[in-house]
């Protein structure tokens, strides 16, 4: 498994915006990991398209764009035309969560589905086949700086088992409290991407951080 880091631009400057985007292009991350909150399904607002689009104009990298927004059926489409290279949307924000899988794949990008800390995997074995990725939510969505919920690399561990049990490649992606003091055993417990806003954007050499958490 290839192991690949995405710093979320949460935790950058927004004042600087193109300097912190160029600052990751340079690094040893391969995605860019952008949140999207609607201050209805998280208690928090972040940005939207055209933050997204400034983004895009700055880094050729993946972009992971994650949204934690209800209805995102409403959005998907532009947030593919905005410049996404991923779109993945929360499980539990959704009442077509079919439809959501429909347009993301017909918008020609790859398809995530997340789960926050609280729903378990099991609700995902009907739909892994259909999926590209699993965003598994370390934290309650919503802030960045939150500590990672230790029974997280349980909830991997099985993702793992279950994607192996179904013959599937899926791409294992962790979010929240991630940094290169528990980067290693979230990796080994199966994950593949690991998202850190924090720990890159208030490391004093973001770039150095970046490389520590692939090389635990
Ligand atoms: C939280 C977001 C995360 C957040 C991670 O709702 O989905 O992507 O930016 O930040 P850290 O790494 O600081 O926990
Ligand atoms: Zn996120």
Redo the contacts with the bound molecule.
């Keep these: 498994m290839q192991r690949t880091i995405a710093p ?1 631009m ?2 950058a400057d927004f004042g600087h915006l193109e300097r912190d985007t160029r600052m990751i292009d340079r690094s040893a991350a391969e995605w860019v ?1 952008i ?1 999207v909150m609607d201050g209805v399904f ?1 208690p928090n607002i972040s940005f939207g398209f055209p933050v997204l689009k400034a983004i895009r104009k700055a880094t050729g990298k993946f972009l992971d764009v ?1 949204l ?1 927004i209800v209805e995102p059926e409403k959005y998907i489409t532009r947030f593919a035309e905005a410049g996404a290279d991923l779109v993945t949307f929360h499980y539990e924000a959704t009442c077509d969560v079919h439809g959501c899988i429909e347009l993301i794949r017909r918008s020609g990008v790859r398809v995530g589905v997340s789960i926050k800390p609280a729903t378990s995997v099991d609700v995902l074995r009907d739909i892994l086949p259909l999926v590209d990725v699993v965003l598994v939510m370390s ?1 309650e ?6 500590s990672f919920i230790p029974a997280s690399l349980d909830k991997i561990a099985r993702l793992r088992a279950l994607a192996q049990e179904l013959g599937l490649e899926t791409v294992i992606e962790v ?4 940094s290169s003091r528990n980067a290693r055993e979230v990796f080994e417990a199966g994950a593949e991407v690991l ?5 890159v954007f208030g490391a004093e050499d973001p770039a150095a951080e970046i490389e520590r958490m692939l090389r635990v």
């Excluded at 969505?141 to 939150?146: H, I, K, L, V």
């Excluded at 979010?175 to 991630?178: M, R």
């Excluded at 998202?195 to 720990?199: K, L, M, P, S």
């Design positions: 979320s949460l935790s990991h949140d998280v994650h934690m934290v969505p919503g802030f960045g700086g939150q979010d929240g409290g991630i998202v850190a806003g924090n720990a």
